[in-house]
């Protein structure tokens, strides 16, 4: 009697865990999300910028984040006219996933348009951009939403690039402009020098094909993961850049059906 009474708590003990393990907890009414940013692995995006191991930069804000609902019609954010732009890493990091209200992401950013605030979601692709400040404006512009040229690069190859001055289409006039790289190292040029350079896409520095084989030495013309643009001007920048096209996505990362390996946080404000 002893033993069979022994082998039904064990059984019983098996069946609770076993449920524990499927269903943290069936009862529980709480809803909860899943930061964004763990679904973009820094290692994943570090290694577009550079090879070098001995780099911790941490480059997810060097990119601009669309999110696409896994729906057949693949919605995003760009199809609304109340956003018709991508997320940049600031605002997409402090975002959720919502499992339980639609799979929807979610951000409490009341600036945001509720657009962000995408059913279904599936998908999250990045696109490489660079921040064009000016005296009186701020814009986000995507590389590959620019015109892309084929030029020779550093190495003596053909290599896609897009020419510095696209950077400031809708600025009319302007004395100098600095170019910022990730690291805080900066170049001032003027706007001759910028009218011939480039930014090549895949070797992440700029060329100067006039001037590289000019005084100062080609330190002057190599500037390496440009990051912002600082533009010496009292306009504002109206001009209406373009989305990158789906097909020039730098990367793109899924959300899993299973979040065990996630983090999962107490919405207390949604």
């Known amino acids: 009697m002893k033993k069979?009474?022994?082998?039904l708590l064990v059984?019983?003990?098996?069946?609770?865990?076993?449920?524990s393990e499927k269903d943290d907890n069936p009862t529980d009414v709480n809803i909860y999300g899943y930061k964004l940013e763990q679904f973009i692995p820094k290692t994943a995006v570090h290694d577009l910028i550079t090879t070098d191991e001995n780099d911790l930069t941490d480059y997810r804000n060097l990119f601009s984040y669309e999110?696409?609902?896994?729906d057949a019609n693949a919605w995003s954010p760009r199809l609304s006219s109340y956003a018709g732009y991508d997320l940049s890493w600031a605002n997409f990091k402090?975002?959720?996933y919502v499992p339980s209200d639609e799979k929807k992401t979610w951000f409490a950013n009341p600036a945001l348009p509720g657009a962000f605030k995408v059913r279904n979601a599936g998908t999250f692709k990045l696109y490489r951009k660079v921040d064009v400040v000016g005296g009186r404006s701020t814009k986000e512009v995507e590389l590959r939403g620019l015109q892309l040229s084929c030029i020779i690069n550093w190495s003596g190859t053909n290599e896609e690039a897009i020419k510095l001055s696209d950077l400031l289409q809708g600025l009319s006039s302007y004395s100098s402009v600095t170019l910022?790289?990730?690291d805080g190292f900066s170049r001032t040029?003027?706007?001759e020098q910028i009218a011939d350079g480039c930014y090549l896409l895949n070797s992440e520095v700029t060329t100067f094909p006039s001037f590289n084989t000019t005084t100062p030495t080609s330190g002057q013309w190599k500037l390496k993961k440009l990051a912002r643009v600082n533009v010496t001007t009292a306009e504002i920048q109206m001009f209406p850049f373009r989305n990158a096209?789906?097909?020039?996505?730098?990367i793109s990362f899924s959300i899993p059906a299973?979040?065990?390996g996630y983090t999962k946080t107490l919405m207390t404000n949604h």
């Open 180 to 182: 910022i790289a990730t």
């Open 4 to 7: 069979l009474l022994f082998i």
């Open 258 to 260: 299973d979040l065990s």
């Open 11 to 19: 059984l019983v003990a098996m069946l609770l865990s076993s449920c």
């Open 94 to 96: 402090e975002g959720f």
């Open 189 to 191: 040029y003027t706007p």
């Open 67 to 70: 999110i696409v609902s896994a």
């Open 245 to 250: 096209d789906h097909e020039y996505a730098n």
